[in-house]
């Protein structure tokens, strides 16, 4: 059963740059969230995709946007790159109603911007 | 006040004894809650969730819930080396089932 596959695993950018990383759910799973999380802090919420919409946003700029394709995967463009965007980026998979039960993360796109 | 808070650490303990790890959240609206374990350099992982007050145990982890107070809390049976991790609690509303909040995680270590 295959998890959450991610690509690229590093990915280094200049500032100003943009950049597009996927991500391709569980087996099973329809609901693709995606994540932020800087160096020594816990995972930031940027969007969650279900039913290749957006339905839920945190608290990112226009700059992060995403998409989500008829087989589930998807993906998360970011541009205008700046220093702080460097960081790992985590896609993390669950079924609609359970997020309740938790979610399966893929092993993250490391983005460092320079 | 961040709406999950944890204690950062680092929490020490001797292998074989008890890490108690503990998470506290703001919004009263909260409906469910995990814990992940994250190894350095690595993705997180679920350990357990839990959605009633009480204690729910799985092996050498017991998820506890307190509703009343707003805290969580996992503790670890038995620990061993391989526990040394990072700790994160999640929080989901009820009306945002799909979305997690996070704390910024426990380091543990479990000394040999």
């Given at each position: 059963?295959?998890?959450?596959?991610?690509?690229?695993?590093?990915?280094?950018?200049?500032?100003?740059?943009?950049?597009?990383?996927?991500?391709?759910?569980?087996?099973g799973?329809?609901?693709?969230?995606?994540?932020?999380?800087?160096l020594?802090?816990?995972p930031?919420?940027?969007?969650?995709?279900?039913?290749?919409?957006?339905?839920?946003?945190g608290?990112?700029?226009?700059r992060?946007?995403?998409?989500?394709?008829?087989?589930?995967?998807?993906?998360?463009?970011?541009?205008?790159?700046?220093?702080?965007?460097?960081?790992?980026?985590?896609?993390?998979?669950?079924l609609?109603?359970?997020?309740?039960?938790?979610?399966?993360?893929?092993?993250?796109?490391?983005?460092?911007?320079? | 006040?961040?709406?999950?808070?944890?204690?950062?650490?680092?929490?020490?303990?001797?292998?074989g004894?008890?890490?108690?790890?503990?998470?506290?959240?703001?919004?009263?609206?909260?409906?469910?809650?995990?814990?992940?374990?994250?190894?350095?350099?690595?993705?997180?992982?679920?350990?357990?969730?839990?959605?009633?007050?009480?204690?729910?145990?799985?092996?050498?982890f017991?998820?506890?819930?307190?509703?009343?107070?707003?805290?969580?809390?996992?503790?670890?049976?038995?620990?061993?080396?391989?526990?040394?991790?990072?700790?994160?609690?999640?929080?989901?509303?009820e009306?945002?089932?799909?979305?997690?909040?996070?704390?910024?995680?426990?380091t543990?270590?479990?000394?040999?």
């Amino acid at each position: 059963d295959a998890g959450v596959t991610q690509s690229p695993t590093h990915l280094i950018k200049t500032r100003g740059q943009q950049v597009t990383l996927r991500c391709s759910p569980k087996s099973g799973h329809d609901t693709v969230s995606w994540y932020q999380q800087a160096l020594g802090q816990g995972p930031q919420f940027i969007f969650q995709y279900y039913e290749e919409e957006e339905r839920q946003r945190g608290n990112f700029p226009d700059r992060f946007s995403g998409h989500q394709f008829p087989n589930y995967s998807s993906e998360l463009n970011v541009n205008a790159l700046l220093l702080g965007d460097s960081a790992l980026y985590l896609c993390a998979s669950s079924l609609p109603s359970a997020g309740s039960y938790g979610y399966t993360f893929g092993s993250g796109t490391r983005l460092t911007v320079v | 006040q961040k709406e999950v808070e944890q204690n950062s650490g680092p929490l020490s303990v001797p292998e074989g004894a008890i890490a108690s790890l503990n998470c506290t959240y703001s919004d009263r609206g909260s409906q469910s809650f995990f814990w992940y374990r994250q190894y350095s350099g690595k993705s997180p992982e679920l350990i357990m969730f839990i959605y009633s007050n009480g204690d729910k145990e799985d092996g050498r982890f017991t998820a506890q819930l307190n509703k009343a107070s707003q805290y969580v809390s996992l503790l670890i049976r038995d620990s061993q080396p391989s526990d040394s991790a990072t700790y994160l609690c999640a929080v989901n509303l009820e009306t945002n089932a799909g979305k997690s909040t996070f704390g910024d995680g426990t380091t543990l270590t479990v000394k040999p």
